[in-house]
């Protein structure tokens, strides 16, 4: 199974402060790579797909680079509404895989 | 607009087994992939299997092989995960996604609690 790592697992950041979450993975995924955010109580919600696509109507503070194995997803901005956990998937080789997850807290 | 509910989840005796549901509306359900993905109490996600739109082909995460059966009735737009020999790494909300890659839509999830 591909494993995925991500860092930190948990971040605090102020409003306005760009975050940064980084995902690797054990081996070269191209480009299928995913990442969700889940709020407290609620059910994962995609936020871009295929590393850098935007799901339509997420807010474009949000970003994703990368390829083969290292990924990086981005708040360019900090809002309230962001303190979530985040998490990236591979979506490259059955079975797929999630990483440990990101809890980011405000400041 | 996509809506996805799932039922059937509850307390289980180790060893025992459950029926997963999950409701769908608001797309053409059999043009789509059907995922079940779960979190354990305070845990991350785990993807655990994913049906095709017919029905016909099936995959499984390994800690799930042979335990859980995955399928779909699309006359009645519904998902469903058969599971047995429960123990109590399986206490988890269990959740439906549409897709088998790109989870794009996910249900509130169902609770499974395994307790004697």
């Known amino acids: 199974d591909i494993q995925m790592t991500q860092s930190p697992s948990s971040l605090s950041a102020s409003v306005g402060d760009r975050v940064t979450i980084t995902c690797q993975a054990s081996q070269v995924i191209s480009t299928y790579l995913n990442w969700y955010q889940q709020t407290p109580g609620k059910a994962p919600k995609l936020l871009i797909y295929d590393t850098s696509i935007l799901k339509t109507g997420v807010p474009s503070r949000f970003s994703g680079s990368g390829s083969r194995t290292d990924f990086t997803f981005t708040i360019s901005s900090l809002q309230p509404e962001d303190i979530a956990t985040y998490y990236c998937q591979q979506y490259d080789s059955l079975p797929y895989t999630f990483g440990q997850g990101t809890k980011l807290e405000i400041k | 607009q996509v809506h996805l509910v799932e039922s059937g989840g509850g307390l289980v005796k180790p060893g025992g087994s459950l029926r997963l549901s999950c409701a769908a509306s608001?797309?053409?359900?059999?043009?789509?992939?059907m995922s079940w993905i779960r979190q354990a109490p305070g845990k991350g996600l785990e993807w655990l299997s994913y049906v095709s739109g017919s029905g016909t082909t099936t995959f499984y995460a390994d800690s799930v092989k042979g335990r859980f059966t995955i399928s779909r009735d699309n006359a009645k737009n519904s998902l469903y995960l058969q599971m047995s020999s429960l123990g109590g790494d399986d206490a988890a909300v269990y959740y439906c996604?549409?897709?088998?890659?790109?989870?794009?839509?996910w249900g509130l999830g169902t609770l499974v609690s395994v307790s004697s």
């Open positions: 996604a549409r897709s088998g890659d790109v989870f794009d839509h």
């Open positions: 608001g797309f053409t359900f059999s043009d789509y992939y």
